[in-house]
């Protein structure tokens, strides 16, 4: 597609379920970011997807937190048994290697766990 | 590793006035620049982005930004802006080499009032 897509574009779970967050990155892109965007924590590196390499974790801030990126295209993120702290803005980018490797942005799923 | 520092949360101005929005930068690697904007209820957008040359970049929507080595900086510039530019800015940067993903300021709301 044109840009990168994303998921529901709102979510609203109830504490303890299960939710997931879908991405469609720009298509030839083989780099593939999670984000979360938080009130008053600004914009948080979750996890990084590059081609067929080990995709880096390092910002799940938990074991909830996990993602696949299917083919090398599609990506989806889940969070298990929310929690209210989980209530944020889920942002999917993805880039190419040139070009500085520029990050493009999809709109984002509004996820609020009551 | 690194970070961003955007010195100012907010930034009020009237309708035609110049605006300059700050980002710090601290890295002991080279960096790309990047400046984003994000509207209400949307993803973040690229503006611009510097990765070598001239250290005076052209953006999108009139913005330009200005690479400053020695002081570590990015500011962001418009000499006259639109009600429509209400918006949050965020400046990122990105290792040169190697793998890293970006890091974000915090933001600086830019609020245009008539």
């Known amino acids: 597609g044109a840009g990168v897509s994303q998921s529901p574009s709102n979510k609203v779970t109830e504490k303890g379920k299960d939710v997931e967050l879908r991405c469609d990155p720009i298509s030839g892109h083989t780099a593939l970011y999670w984000y979360r965007q938080s009130l008053g924590q600004g914009l948080e590196f979750l996890i990084y997807f590059q081609g067929n390499s080990a995709p880096d974790k390092s910002g799940l801030p938990s074991d909830r937190f996990s993602a696949e990126r299917t083919g090398g295209s599609v990506s989806t993120l889940t969070i298990q048994r929310t929690q209210q702290e989980d209530s944020a803005v889920y942002l999917c980018?993805?880039?190419?290697?040139?070009?500085?490797?520029?990050?493009?942005f999809g709109p984002g799923t509004r996820l609020l766990v009551l | 590793a690194q970070s961003v520092t955007q010195l100012d949360s907010q930034v009020p101005v009237f309708e035609e006035a110049p605006v300059e929005l700050r980002c710090n930068y601290s890295?002991?690697?080279?960096?790309?620049l990047f400046w984003y904007v994000q509207y209400p209820n949307q993803g973040l957008q690229l503006l611009l982005k510097y990765l070598s040359g001239s250290t005076l970049v052209k953006g999108i929507n009139g913005f330009e930004a200005e690479f400053n080595k020695s002081q570590t900086s990015f500011h962001l510039r418009k000499p006259s802006v639109h009600i429509s530019d209400t918006a949050e800015y965020f400046c990122a940067v990105k290792e040169v080499s190697g793998y890293s993903t970006l890091t974000f300021g915090k933001g600086t709301m830019l609020l245009v009032s008539p």
């Open positions: 980018a993805s880039s190419q290697r040139e070009g500085g490797e520029t990050q493009y």
């Open positions: 890295s002991s690697v080279s960096v790309y």
